[in-house]
């Protein structure tokens, strides 16, 4: 299937290559990366991670990109859209997410990323809604989703089915952001 690249003044959203796994592996063994996430990966979970994310793009024609910064960095972490597979309230639907190294923090290299992904998902795939979660005391990545223009309703807060009860990252919040409030947004890029 079709696998476009995007492209951003700063940053080249690309197709994963052989290259990409050390540091895919590094930035997945982390804790300051994976803080917000029920653990780190081993090498071979940050493997099967990699392999699952370009089966993604075979089947679905896009996915978590990998991300680069051009003459600087090949590999910095990842930004795209995934179908959740599990079920709850919102689903049905496509996520936006991104997981950045933690040398690359701070830059806005993580919303640069994600609002060419938006553009992409509005623009070329022509979705009606984007949706990201996380837990709540994630602020870096709630202050990227609003700055994507997603909002929250606390009526859309949910427990993760995948996380069992009484863990301490079960609690998520849920932003979203439709095709149409997208369109008409002053602020949009193009």
Not at 3 to 20: G, K, Q
Not at 74 to 99: D, K, S
Request: hydrophobic residues 40%; proline residues 7%.
């Amino acid at each position: 299937m079709f696998e476009p690249e995007l492209v951003t003044p700063r940053l080249w959203l690309r197709a994963w290559r052989a290259e990409d796994r050390e540091p895919f592996r590094r930035m997945n063994a982390d804790p300051a990366v994976m803080e917000y996430l029920p653990g780190i990966l081993t090498a071979a979970e940050s493997d099967a991670l990699q392999a699952q994310i370009e089966a993604h793009f075979s089947e679905h024609g896009f996915g978590p990109w990998a991300v680069e910064v051009p003459g600087t960095a090949p590999f910095i972490g990842y930004a795209g859209l995934a179908i959740p597979t599990f079920q709850t309230h919102f689903t049905p639907c496509v996520e936006i997410g991104w997981r950045l190294a933690r040398a690359h923090w701070g830059k806005g290299y993580a919303t640069e990323a994600a609002q060419e992904v938006t553009r992409f998902a509005f623009e070329k795939l022509r979705l009606r809604e984007l949706v990201s979660f996380t837990v709540p005391s994630n602020v870096r990545s709630r202050r990227v989703m609003e700055r994507l223009g997603m909002n929250r309703s606390a009526s859309d807060d949910f427990d993760h089915p995948r996380l069992p009860e009484g863990h301490l990252l079960r609690r998520h919040v849920l932003y979203r952001r439709t095709f149409t409030d997208w369109k008409n947004s002053p602020y949009r890029l193009s």
